[in-house]
């Protein structure tokens, strides 16, 4: 068990590709933390460097109080689960179990005592002689999780673990794992570009954009109060609407109506000044009948998702684009949804409306906002 | 078998309205006269230069059948006395020994291992360096026979040898006090180039995962090879072999440079044929010494073929 120490942590590939543009991260001892970001952002080269897969090309990596920056992998006492569990198919489950044991010399007999006990642990006990190719998805990913508890390591990393699965499988397998890691405290990474995954697994998730962590923090942080409007746009099955508007005093001119700045933030804006204005769909209510402090607009789009519909109306846009229209998207309960073509009036809850300025969340605790990556840097490894 | 076969034909025409002139049931529609009239050229090309040669030998291994004199004209037939006659002679025997070496030493030691080691070592390169080593690699191979061999006499001769003069030893015959190691080093230099491509084609099979694992959990190269590369190219490693064995074996380009001497110290069998039935005009004879080396060659795929197998049983 240790905590990860990250300082200036910084890979460029020979092609010049900056894939992680000096990074501070701190994950804490038994923590499960998810690094999440779109393709490219350099999530996967994170996770590699960390494990020693990557050489950092600069800054340096902690695991507990030891520096692993120029050790190689087998000395860093890290364990990892590959997207394809990475199975050796010529070894039964037991071997494959025992592997990392068998690497560092642990006696045949109590390899594979160790190697059972960890696959009764997992459910695996009776698979143990057969071969991965004759295994279920679940039960390859079962079989790697054992792999890597096997010879106890200090960390865990988990490259897309559920991506593998089938969308039911997913469900299972994403209970089972917040689970299997609760028990075995152990501290466990791992990558996603799934923002539900994080949201729904981790105790605390970093988002990454371009080689650069955009907004650390707890699932509720990141979906309550997103750093930036990236983090925003990112984060949520839905995401959030982001509307330009512009200071009027005490109010905001936002798509043609006048809504009152929200309190946190009222002392930090300026008269005239252009902000955007955000608002989650799932925390506005939609009325069919006029009401005040609303925005209103025509339905252009109802899409079903199960007890709930998302509407989409177009409202007029605010200056300098007076004219045109923008959109903003409703989470309507079953039962109450419009038809296209109608009128709606979209009324924001108090106390959940936020405020960005060039991008950045006003109001926003400071840590948390990283300013904005260099373009065109970034990619996957 | 024509009862089953052509039963589907009767139901697809029974089934209804068939447009079109074929009505097979085959995948490509062709119906089974036209299939065999594609097959037809090919079958008797084979028949012709493969299996109509392969009968005569059987036939004049048992025969006296010479080039010249009485049975050149009138072959008898003498059974089995020249199979007996080789396994008893000692030249053969010897020669046996030698092809042995020369497939040890050239096919399964020195290609198969120098190619392998060549594919691993540039398999995560890309770029000019491994563009120029393949290139190089690849003309070996692609050099007609006896380009290469000229290319080696030149290089391996006693008073103008290219070799000689760069180590400054003149006068060192190496093609006399060495001849099996010449065209041992000859042969892999020669053929590496296969192996090298294949293994590399095999390598690309190999997850990057699987060796990440393993080197996740400490394993060194060596074990890496042998826990997560060998298991997973055993199919192409076994292929492979089993090509350039059969190859090597029936090689005859080393008569070109050393013509099987001094004294037969490197007359492989190939050659040991060629001098027997075309220099020594008893056919009769070298005929049967070739189905000896079929049977040879046999034994060796049946070998291999059998390690293939038990591998797909296993997997």
């Known amino acids: 068990m240790a905590a990860i120490t990250l300082r200036e942590l910084t890979k460029v590939y020979p092609n010049g590709v900056r894939a992680l543009d000096a990074l501070d991260l701190e994950i804490a001892d038994g923590e499960f933390f ?3 970001g779109p393709s490219g952002c350099g999530k996967t080269t994170l996770l590699r460097t960390i494990a020693g897969l990557e050489l950092s090309s600069g800054g340096s990596v902690r695991i507990g109080d030891r520096d692993v920056t120029s050790l190689p992998p087998g000395q860093r006492d890290v364990a990892m689960v590959f997207q394809d569990y990475a199975l050796f198919p010529h070894m039964t489950v037991r071997d494959n179990i025992a592997y990392p044991l068998r690497i560092k010399k642990v006696g045949k007999a109590d390899r594979q005592d160790k190697a059972a006990r960890t696959a009764d642990e997992l459910g695996l006990s009776a698979l143990l002689d057969r071969r991965p190719g004759q295994l279920s998805g679940g039960q390859q990913q079962r079989v790697a999780l054992a792999r890597a508890m096997a010879c106890h390591p200090q960390v865990f990393l988990l490259d897309e673990p559920l991506s593998n699965l089938d969308a039911r499988l997913r469900l299972e397998a994403r209970t089972f794992l917040k689970r299997l890691q609760r028990e075995l405290g152990v501290t466990t990474v791992f990558v996603t570009h799934d923002q539900a995954e994080a949201l729904a697994l981790a105790d605390r998730i970093a988002v990454m954009e371009g080689g650069r962590i955009r907004q650390v923090g707890t699932p509720t942080e990141v979906f309550r109060r997103p750093a930036n409007t990236f983090v925003a746009g990112f984060i949520g099955s839905t995401p959030m609407n982001l509307v330009p508007a512009r200071v009027r005093g005490d109010e905001l001119a936002v798509a043609a109506v006048r809504l009152p700045v ?4 009222r002392g930090e804006l300026t008269d005239g000044e252009q902000v955007v204005y955000g608002v989650r769909p799932e925390y506005l209510d939609y009325s069919p009948e006029p009401a005040s402090g609303a925005l209103t607009g025509q339905v252009v789009v109802v899409e079903n998702l199960g007890s709930f519909s998302l509407v989409s109306l177009d409202v007029p846009a605010e200056e300098p684009d007076a004219g045109a229209t923008t959109s ?18 979209v009324t924001p809850r108090p106390g959940r409306s936020l405020i960005y300025r060039d991008g950045e969340l006003i109001g926003s605790t400071a840590e948390a906002a990283v300013p904005a990556p260099r373009t065109g ?5 | 078998m024509v009862q089953v076969t052509s039963r ?31 097959l037809v050229p090919s079958m008797v090309l084979i028949l012709l230069f493969l299996v109509v040669p392969a009968a005569w030998t059987i036939y004049l291994g048992v025969t006296n059948y010479r080039l010249t004199g009485l049975a050149a004209a009138n072959p008898e037939v003498v059974g089995l006395e020249n199979y ?9 025997r010897n020669s046996l020994v030698l ?13 198969a291992c120098l190619g392998f080691a060549i594919a691993y070592a540039l398999r995560d390169r890309r770029g000019p360096l491994r563009r120029v080593v393949e290139a ?14 000229f290319l080696w006499i030149a290089l391996l001769d006693r008073d103008a040898g290219t070799l000689n003069a760069l180590l400054g030893m003149p006068g060192m015959a190496w093609l006399l006090d060495y001849p099996m190691l010449s065209i041992i080093i000859f042969n892999t230099w020669r053929g590496t180039a296969f192996s090298m491509m294949l293994y590399a084609a095999a390598l690309e099979n190999v997850p990057r995962s699987h060796l990440e694992t393993a080197r996740l959990a400490g394993a060194s190269t060596g074990q890496q090879l042998r826990d997560v590369v060998f298991p997973r190219i055993r199919g192409h490693v076994l292929t492979n072999l089993l090509l350039i064995s059969l190859w090597t074996f029936n090689d005859f380009s080393p008569f070109l440079i050393t013509a099987g001497g001094p004294e037969q110290r490197s007359e492989i069998l190939a050659v040991y044929v060629y001098k027997v039935a075309l220099s020594g005009g008893e056919l009769g004879f070298g005929a049967a010494i070739s189905f000896i080396m079929l049977l040879i060659n046999l034994v060796i795929a049946l070998i291999y073929l059998r390690m293939l197998g038990r591998r797909k049983e296993r997997a």
């Open chain 2, 84 to 92: 007996t006659r080789a396994l008893s002679d000692e030249r053969f």
């Open chain 1, 34 to 36: 998810a690094l999440l």
């Open chain 1, 328 to 345: 903003v998207q409703v989470v309507v309960p079953e039962g109450r949804e419009p038809e296209p073509g109608d009128t709606g009036w």
């Open chain 2, 8 to 38: 589907p034909d009767e139901t697809v025409e029974g089934a209804g309205p068939v447009t079109g002139p074929s009505p097979a049931p085959d995948a490509a529609g062709l119906g089974r006269a036209r299939a065999a009239g594609f």
């Open chain 2, 136 to 149: 190089f690699i690849l003309l070996a191979w692609i050099l007609p026979s006896s380009v290469v061999a």
């Open chain 1, 262 to 265: 929200p309190e946190d933030v």
């Open chain 1, 377 to 381: 840097v970034g990619a996957d490894a």
């Open chain 2, 99 to 111: 092809t042995l070496q020369f497939v040890l030493g050239s096919a399964v030691i020195g290609q």
